[in-house]
Nanobody, 119 residues
Framework: QVQLVESGGGLVQAGGSLRLSCAVS???????????MSWYRQAPGNQRELVAT???????NYGDSVKGRFTISRDNAKNTVDLQMNSLKPEDTAVYYC??????????WGQGTQVTVSS
């Protein structure tokens, strides 16, 4: 069983920055291989949407609304994925979820961390 622990959410004014982190670990001493690592978000009344993905190759994809403002990165040695969020807008307010795909194709989710951007 793989566990994800997110941190770094909070309240920030519009134009500010936050950095989210997600640490991935196994409940036992089992070994695992992480393929894609992603951040999603869900605002009240909205569907969960993809914010950014980074693959094991290092290639990335971003949602259109965050391109140029957010940067996703990963540390394969530490099994962590970060999301640097700059120039935050009130519409970025949401619960942010970390997601990983572990070989062969198992999906795991974090518990979510609240990001609130005030105008």
């Amino acid at each position: 069983q793989v566990q994800l622990v997110e941190s770094g959410g909070g309240l920030v004014q519009a134009g500010g920055s936050l950095r989210l982190s997600c640490a991935v670990s196994a409940a036992s001493r089992s070994r695992f291989s992480i393929n894609a690592m992603s951040w999603y978000r869900q605002a009240p009344g909205n569907q969960r949407e993809l914010v950014a993905t980074i693959r094991s190759s290092g290639s990335t994809n971003y949602g259109d609304s965050v391109k140029g403002r957010f940067t996703i990165s990963r540390d394969n040695a530490k099994n962590t994925v970060d999301l640097q969020m700059n120039s935050l807008k009130p519409e970025d307010t949401a619960v942010y979820y970390c997601n990983v795909v572990v070989s062969p194709a198992w999906n795991y989710w974090g518990q979510g961390t609240q990001v609130t951007v005030s105008s």
